[in-house]
């Protein structure tokens, strides 16, 4: 079983999160915040109603600034004022679908933003570590369905991803050029899907499940057969923890990390995963397949290897790809019956760290 991270390593540090009111900033503030970590936040303002964010409240941050990553100015002001000791860099603009939209907007925010950040991080005293958090699609995927693993090429057949790779790029530049020689260590994370309570977002998979349910409508999918390394959000965000406490110390030995379900895990499909979130929530299997309908490219299968994580983290997943199902489901059906969202990721946390 992985690792958790040190509560007496993260007591008393402080930490500028970026994207700290998106979904999975809000689930990593509130961990933080319960480990005694002093939590600074930047980001917009959440980008659905309801947000977790909202529903769990802000008390958990020491500091906030609601703000655009490219707002330079603005963004040197919360970082002098907090002197982070370590930046986990979260906030983008996170959406395949929408980068096709909006694709100067996607690579100005993902990689402009990481820019801007690792810019104004530069003249920090107290700062020993960066993470930057990308993704598992900035691999130069050739549909092979082989799990990727760190050395693997970077590209992207959508903005989103090339977005995300070329932010890959831009943060070991900086690293390079700038941070190394300070002793400031930098590392980059590429998490699989997560799944998880309190995700509202546009064109995600639980979030469409619980607003077709709650609509009483059947869910549309584009892509039933597609593959992704389904992870729980608790299981990605200790792996990011992990990393930073050995990015803080020296102590890892490499500068990207892939974290995700084992590749001796049988690969779940998406139309399972809807089928499985919908028996969990009492719900009827009610989906229709539209993935003959006109709409732009995504990979239909990706796997991610973790095992640079593994050996450098003591880091593996610490919930099976069906148990991550089950308590994302567990969590809206909760949610929906009335129970409070902020006791609701309390609960999942307690629960993650003792083993339950």
């Known amino acids: 079983m992985s690792r958790l991270p040190d509560q007496r390593f993260w007591s008393g540090k402080r930490v500028f999160l970026t994207g700290h009111t998106g979904f999975k900033g809000t689930w990593a503030r509130l961990w933080l915040s319960r480990l005694g970590a002093e939590v600074t936040g930047y980001a917009l303002s959440p980008a659905t ?34 002197n982070p000791d370590i930046i986990l860099h979260m906030a983008a603009q996170p959406l395949v679908r929408r980068s096709y939209l909006e694709p100067v907007d996607t690579f100005d925010v993902n990689v402009m933003g990481t820019v801007r950040l690792l810019e104004a991080a530069r003249s920090l005293e107290a700062l020993k570590a960066i993470l930057v958090i990308t993704t598992d699609k900035v691999y130069s995927n050739d549909e092979s369905g082989r799990h990727f693993v760190e050395t693997d090429r970077l590209g992207g057949h959508d903005p989103y991803s090339g977005s995300k790779a070329a932010a890959e790029i831009a943060t070991a530049t900086y690293r390079d050029s700038f941070f190394r020689s300070k002793g400031v260590h930098v590392g980059t994370a590429r998490g699989g899907n997560v799944l998880g309570g309190g995700d509202f977002s546009e064109d995600r998979l639980v979030p469409d499940i619980v ?50 379900p084992s590749p001796d895990e049988a690969q779940i499909p998406v139309g399972v995963v809807a089928s499985s979130v919908q028996t969990a929530m009492g719900l009827g299997q009610t989906w229709q397949d539209t993935s003959a309908a006109d709409k732009p490219r995504e990979m239909h299968a990706l796997g991610l290897d973790p095992a640079e994580a593994s050996r450098c983290l003591s880091w593996r997943a610490r919930l099976s790809q069906a148990d991550a199902i089950d308590w994302a489901a567990r969590w809206y059906d909760q949610w929906r019956r009335g129970e409070d969202a902020l006791s609701l990721v309390t609960g999942q946390i307690d629960a993650f760290t003792k083993g339950a």
């Open 49 to 82: 109603v309801p947000s977790l964010h909202q529903l769990a409240g802000s008390t958990s941050l020491a500091a906030e600034t609601i703000a655009d990553i490219r707002d330079g100015t603005t963004l040197a002001k919360a970082l002098d004022d907090c």
């Open 211 to 260: 607003r077709a349910a709650i609509a009483g409508k059947i869910l549309d999918i584009r892509s039933p057969l597609a593959t992704r390394p389904w992870q729980h959000v608790l299981d990605c965000l200790n792996g990011y923890f992990l990393f930073c406490e050995a990015l803080h110390s020296g102590a890892v030995p490499v500068e990207s990390l892939n974290f995700g």
